[in-house]
């Protein structure tokens, strides 16, 4: 058995069983794909998927069990490699970063600058998109660090941990009647057309779950992921607008939107750094998880991750 089984097993079922996009992937073929396979179960004695002609059909039982060491085996193979880059690189790499369009406009600049001033060489990659995205590409490996508010927390095989909180607040333009109103009720806002956020992102669920409870129903008229997207339409008075706190911290007073705080009708929100349960992770990762919060530092990461990687000046 090798690595290139593993490596075909693995994404065949990440791939949904589908040998053609599993080829693909792997930039090779789908027959030697399938051959792969064979061997590996022929070697191993049991059938890892059952088949219909040349179709994977299902994992089984036993292919479950394949499975969980395979991902571990490769897990520790990206450690390898990760280990041989540390120790020969010291200050020198790429950090990949995934996050969401909220996390990376509005919290993640300053901790990448002063990154940067610490590691001159570090290069930083960002990649942005869903909370369900940014999970996928910590579990790929395609992302050291992940940073989300929605639902990241549920993702098996992710240890995330809090990083800061925040809430939403109300956005319209100051001639508005509501901009006279200092706590605008769920019925006020439910009465006006409301900008917001695309479900999967930046608390909306929070939103709808707190309409939900009393049963209004909410007149949205347009929806985004981008924040500074929604403060424009709000200023071209097509609704009023449901945003990150993070979104006006650097407005400018007298400017051309006022803001309400909305923590007391949508409650606090929690947006978590998060990682691959079992990756080894490089000195400058450790750096800049803590340049995130000061709530996060080496010896509470280290001792979520189940990780015995500290070096000498790592005390817990």
């Given at each position: ?146 940073m989300a508010t929605e639902s ?137 998880a803590e340049l995130l919060s ?23």
């Open positions: 058995m090798n690595l290139h089984q593993f490596r075909f097993v693995q994404e065949a079922a990440r791939r949904g069983l589908n040998l053609t996009e599993t080829a693909k992937a792997l930039h090779t073929s789908q027959p030697g794909v399938s051959k792969a396979i064979l061997e590996l179960e022929e070697e191993l004695g049991v059938d890892i998927f059952t088949r219909h002609g040349k179709r994977l059909k299902r994992i089984t039982e036993p292919g479950l069990q394949v499975l969980k060491s395979i991902d571990a085996i490769m897990r520790e193979v990206g450690n390898l490699k990760r280990i041989g880059e540390e120790y020969s690189l010291q200050d020198a790499g790429t950090l990949s970063i995934a996050a969401t369009h909220t996390q990376a406009r509005y919290m993640l600049p300053e901790p990448v600058a002063a990154l940067r001033k610490r590691f001159p060489k570090v290069m930083v990659s960002m990649h942005q998109g869903t909370p369900a995205e940014v999970a996928r590409m910590l579990l790929d490996e395609s992302a050291d660090i992940g990241i927390h549920e993702i098996d095989g992710l240890v995330t941990l809090p990083c800061y909180e925040w809430q939403h607040v109300l956005v319209l333009p100051p001639a508005h009647p509501l901009a006279a109103v200092e706590r605008p009720t769920l019925e006020q806002l439910a009465a006006e057309p409301l900008v917001s956020y695309q479900s999967a992102f930046t608390g909306r669920r929070r939103i709808d779950a707190a309409f939900a409870q009393r049963r209004l129903k909410p007149n949205f008229v347009l929806e985004a992921i981008d924040s500074d997207v929604l403060k424009t339409y709000v200023k071209l008075g097509l609704g009023i607008g449901i945003v990150a706190e993070m979104a006006v911290r650097d407005d400018p007073p007298g400017g051309d939107l006022v803001s309400r705080p909305l923590g007391y009708l949508f409650g606090q929100n929690i947006s978590r750094v998060a990682f691959k349960r079992g990756a080894y992770l490089r000195n400058f990762v450790y750096t800049f000061d709530r996060l530092n080496r010896a509470l990461i280290a001792r979520a991750m189940g990780s015995e990687q500290e070096g000498d000046d790592y005390v817990l």
